[in-house]
């Protein structure tokens, strides 16, 4: 446990950038041995346009990435926080702070994105995706970023988490959501025995229909209890989905960078009405 801590104490950025494009190389090769869905389309387009966001979102979390390790720092040595309030034996701490920090962190960042409208209005790039695969995962408008690395302060704080332990979370959140978005055909006995802690695609992927209620559920990133704890878990046979948004369907519109930059600060789209007897 202390070589694990002292690793992600110490962890480099070289390395952070290598388990980020290992993931991806990783869950990129899986998925095109065994796709789910085989559909015709420009890979190299599709894939340069979300890498293009994920080297967004790494710059924004470089530029603002002090923030993090002061509030680490300062809940540490001022005692403040959950997890300093409550002592517990290092590996509890470890499970209980990873937990919370993928909770609040991500569950509930997620969760705030889709009913506040300004909020919404950035993650919605997210969602113009219409072939979800492992580099959907860091899909998000620079604002979005921004507000997700905010919420990762909070939590850091409200969790009371030492920055090895905000290391090792934000390690776990780049892999699992590489996973969780990859076009994979996994066996159902290994999702379903994932997916008793984790999230997994077979889960995630509900939440990119193009519509709602299912875009509005299954919220989760790493650890699969918040929807079900939160009454947001739904199950729907992935054959059935069709990926996108729906108040962004037109294909040039949901694939053109400029374009996507430009959504938060072009007025609100309604979502189309759904009915409550409808199901997939
Ligand atoms: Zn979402």
């Not at 603002?64 to 005692?79: I, Y």
């Not at 300004?118 to 695969?133: A, G, N, P, R």
């Amino acid at each position: 446990m202390e070589t694990i801590i002292d690793y992600f104490a110490n962890i480099s950025s070289a390395h952070r950038s290598a388990i980020l494009i290992g993931g991806l190389t990783i869950f990129f090769l899986i998925e095109n041995a065994a796709p789910l869905f085989d559909k015709k389309h420009n890979k190299w387009a599709h894939s340069g346009l979300n890498i293009f966001f994920t080297i967004t979102t790494i710059l924004v979390n470089f530029v603002m990435a002090f923030l993090l390790v002061k509030t680490a720092d300062w809940v540490v040595a001022n005692n403040f926080g959950i997890l300093q309030w409550i002592p517990m034996p290092t590996l509890l701490m470890t499970f209980v702070g990873l937990l919370l920090l993928d909770f609040l962190g991500a569950w509930l960042a997620h969760f705030t994105e889709h009913k506040v409208k300004w909020m919404w209005q950035f993650h919605v790039i997210h969602h113009t995706d219409q072939y979800v695969d492992t580099t959907t995962a860091n899909r998000h408008h620079p604002g979005e970023s921004v507000i997700r690395f905010t919420f990762t302060v909070l939590a850091t704080f409200i969790v009371g988490a030492p920055m090895w332990l905000v290391f090792m979370y934000q390690s776990m959140s780049v892999v699992l959501s590489q996973f969780n978005h990859s076009n994979v055909k996994m066996p159902k006995w290994l999702d379903n025995a994932l997916l008793l802690v984790f999230c997994t695609p077979n889960m995630h992927r509900v939440h990119h229909h193009y519509r709602q209620p299912y875009s509005d559920s299954n919220y989760g990133n790493i650890f699969s209890f918040w929807d079900k704890i939160f009454g947001t878990y739904q199950v729907v046979d992935n054959t059935k989905l069709v990926y996108g948004v729906d108040t962004y369907m037109d294909k040039k519109e949901a694939s053109n960078v400029g374009n996507l930059l430009k959504i938060p600060f072009s007025g609100y789209r309604e979502p189309i009405e759904y009915d409550k007897e409808e199901s997939l």
